[in-house]
């Protein structure tokens, strides 16, 4: 099927009878392609296919960041370029229980009163909603506009990778609208930078001693996880380092081994889950059951308000012939326990605002032994570099061949600017259209919108958002209502650049 026949099918979708209708359609047809981070080429393909069937220029570059080009209209025909910015790929997060292939299947829609949410699975609103807006904009005949230029980055969950080598020299504009925020209750005007780092441990493998016969698959659920940058501040429990405190716990009274350590979605996401294979001697079997229950009575009482679901547990697992030496074991648990982890510190020019925070995302195997990932958002460029110094003398102290390393983008904040002329002409659209004056936020959250502002240089940046929930877990969802009255407000917004 050609892309416009793609987007015809939503005429009897899920979301057919939502307004707008032009958002909606190509929202419903980007969560049936598979684009989780690293996975956007199909994603990408079919963009470039439907703006090229609407006579617009479009290409992507080798890593799936799409770039199109639109002449203005409606009288704007001569204004200057505006750059429109979103982001490709989503979080891949599964309910507990739930078998579902992100890289092959479509999600399954819902809407639910005023939200639209996934079965089973995270959503892509973030960010296929302000994709949807971009789409409906190049596809627009009576929408006036000033020159367009649309950017949709690839693996911006993933470390901004693919904004950080989108080639920008193709960029004339000066000032971008991105789509990438959570709210329709204010524009965001302002936010933090970040920068994701990995640690990587050698695992010294061994043969699993003949001694430990037993094998348990330990397994840490039922957390809530969340968004690294939205949730941070919410005491939620990181499964990750309730694994190494389990692991830690069991290694100071018997004998044990590990195998297989994994856990969570993503770096951008608080991990909502986490295991390892443990080895031990059958004979202590019943002292690791009471060890493990008695610290799931511990974490439901320190978590009973921010994970209240949350547990620790053993299952059957098969003995490994491999494992973690000791050594190794220890060491992987101990640097998962002592990186920082959740809100560093809290910013004094802006009450309420976290400035500089982690969050340890993941573990997974390697060939080596294991991989741990992790993001810094800060406001301050200088407190991310102080914070990675200080896992790096960490990772010295830990030995064992244990190397820290910068991944991805290290991605620069972007100050707000009160004088902004598009922040002015926004906040009078805003007034306009829906009635009120708009709150103006600087967030601690990271965007791409400091790479911007530093790399093209876009000298005038806002960010309009729309009401999503739960962004990068199961629960995600997004107010079909608020796109509702967002739409009117982008719209109004373009036509006003001239």
């Given at each position: 099927?050609?892309?416009?026949?793609?987007?015809?099918?939503?005429?009897?979708?899920?979301?057919?009878?939502?307004?707008?209708?032009?958002?909606?359609?190509?929202?419903?047809?980007?969560?049936s392609i598979p684009r989780g981070s690293g996975n956007e080429e199909q994603v990408a393909n079919w963009i470039v296919d439907f703006a090229r069937s609407c006579g617009l220029e479009a290409m992507k570059d080798d890593l799936h960041c799409v770039l199109v080009r639109k002449p203005g209209q409606g009288g704007l025909e001569n204004a200057a370029p505006l750059i429109l910015h979103g982001h490709?790929?989503?979080?891949?997060?599964?309910?507990?229980?739930?078998?579902?292939?992100?890289?092959?299947?479509?999600?399954?829609?819902?809407?639910?009163?005023?939200y639209i949410s996934a079965t089973g699975t995270s959503l892509g609103a973030d960010n296929g909603i302000g994709v949807s807006y971009i789409l409906a904009l190049l596809e627009s005949k009576d929408i006036p506009h000033p020159p367009l230029e649309a950017v949709l980055t690839a693996m911006e969950e993933k470390g901004k990778v693919g904004a950080g080598q989108f080639d920008v020299s193709q960029l004339s504009g000066r000032r971008m609208i991105d789509f990438n925020w959570i709210t329709d209750a204010e524009i965001l005007a302002g936010c933090s930078g970040d920068v994701t780092f990995t640690v990587d441990v050698p695992g010294e493998f061994e043969s699993t001693p003949d001694a430990l016969t037993s094998a348990?698959?330990?397994?840490?659920?039922?957390?809530?996880?969340?968004?690294?940058?939205?949730?941070?501040?919410?005491?939620?429990?990181?499964?990750?380092?309730?694994?190494?405190?389990?692991?830690?716990?069991?290694?100071?009274?018997?004998?044990?081994?590990?195998?297989?350590?994994?856990?969570?979605?993503?770096?951008?996401?608080?991990?909502?889950?986490?295991?390892?294979?443990?080895?031990?001697?059958?004979?202590?079997?019943?002292?690791?059951?009471?060890?493990?229950?008695?610290?799931?009575?511990?974490?439901?009482?320190?978590?009973?308000?921010?994970?209240?679901?949350?547990?620790?547990?053993?299952?059957?697992?098969?003995?490994?012939?491999?494992?973690?030496?000791?050594?190794?074991?220890?060491?992987?648990?101990?640097?998962?326990?002592?990186?920082?982890?959740?809100?560093?510190?809290?910013?004094?020019?802006?009450?309420?605002?976290?400035?500089?925070?982690?969050?340890?995302?993941?573990?997974?195997?390697?060939?080596e032994g294991a991989r741990v990932?992790?993001?810094?958002?800060?406001?301050?460029?200088?407190?991310?570099?102080?914070?990675?110094?200080?896992?790096?003398?960490?990772?010295?102290?830990?030995?064992?061949?244990?190397?820290?390393?910068?991944?991805?983008?290290?991605?620069?904040?972007?100050?707000?600017?009160?004088?902004?002329?598009?922040?002015?002409?926004?906040?009078?659209?805003?007034?306009?259209v829906l009635g009120k004056e708009p709150n103006v936020e600087v967030s601690q959250c990271s965007l791409e919108l400091g790479m911007f502002s530093r790399r093209v240089p876009v000298t005038d940046i806002i960010s309009i958002g729309t009401e999503l929930?739960?962004?990068?877990s199961s629960a995600e969802r997004v107010n079909h209502k608020s796109v509702e009255r967002v739409w009117p407000l982008i719209k109004t917004v373009v036509s006003r650049l001239g």
């Open positions: 099927m050609t892309a416009t026949e793609i987007l015809e099918t939503t005429n009897s979708g899920v979301l057919k009878d939502l307004e707008p209708r032009e958002v909606f359609r190509f929202f419903e047809v980007i969560t490709l790929d989503m979080v891949c997060e599964k309910a507990e229980g739930v078998e579902f292939d992100f890289l092959n299947q479509p999600l399954s829609l819902v809407v639910d009163g005023e348990r698959s330990l397994e840490v659920r039922g957390l809530n996880g969340g968004h690294c940058e939205f949730d941070i501040q919410l005491e939620r429990a990181n499964a990750l380092q309730v694994l190494a405190r389990a692991i830690h716990r069991l290694a100071g009274a018997h004998e044990v081994r590990i195998a297989n350590p994994l856990g969570g979605a993503q770096n951008s996401a608080i991990p909502a889950d986490a295991s390892a294979v443990i080895v031990f001697n059958d004979m202590d079997a019943d002292s690791v059951e009471a060890l493990i229950a008695e610290l799931d009575i511990e974490l439901k009482s320190e978590y009973q308000i921010s994970d209240p679901a949350i547990r620790v547990e053993l299952k059957d697992a098969r003995r490994p012939d491999v494992a973690f030496s000791r050594a190794a074991g220890l060491r992987l648990m101990s640097i998962l326990r002592l990186i920082p982890q959740g809100v560093i510190s809290w910013n004094l020019h802006v009450p309420g605002r976290v400035e500089t925070s982690n969050n340890v995302g993941t573990v997974r195997p390697t060939p990932m992790s993001t810094v958002t800060s406001a301050l460029t200088s407190r991310k570099h102080e914070l990675i110094e200080r896992v790096q003398a960490l990772v010295a102290l830990a030995g064992g061949g244990v190397v820290c390393e910068l991944y991805g983008l290290d991605a620069p904040e972007f100050p707000y600017r009160p004088q902004s002329q598009l922040l002015a002409t926004a906040s009078e659209a805003y007034r306009d929930q739960a962004l990068h």
